[in-house]
Nanobody, 122 residues
């Protein structure tokens, strides 16, 4: 089955860190742009960060300097390292992939994960 799956979410205190993982099954991620989206309660889904098949990066302003996206093609995995977490980072985080380059838009995603919940407690 062709899919991506997230892991690594959880409850963390303000200022803490988490690392999310997105693992692909049934296909190779190395020719795909992979991004992280998030959706907070009552809000629309927003793009957070993206890494292209050539490893160029794109991040939204609100997470620059705090979140780092990276990929390990040997493990068929993309990571999102999140530091200095804030309560406003609380959301369900989704992994998304499509062939090629960033940016990713919700309308052009090939594979969506089911999401992993990140809760930042103050």
């Amino acid at each position: 089955q062709l899919q991506v799956a997230e892991s690594g979410g959880g409850l963390v205190q303000v200022g803490g860190s988490l690392r999310l993982s997105c693992v692909a099954s049934g296909f190779s991620l190395d020719t795909y742009a992979v991004g992280w989206f998030r959706q907070a309660p009552g809000k629309e889904r927003e793009g957070v960060s993206c890494i292209s098949s050539g490893s160029s990066l794109l991040s939204t302003v609100s997470v620059k300097g705090r979140f780092t996206i990276s990929r390990d093609n040997a493990k068929n995995t993309v990571y999102l390292r999140m530091n200095s977490l804030k309560p406003e980072d609380t959301a369900v985080y989704y992994c998304a992939a499509r062939p090629g380059t960033c940016p990713l838009y919700s309308s052009n995603i090939t594979y969506w994960g089911k999401g992993t919940l990140v809760t930042v407690a103050s």
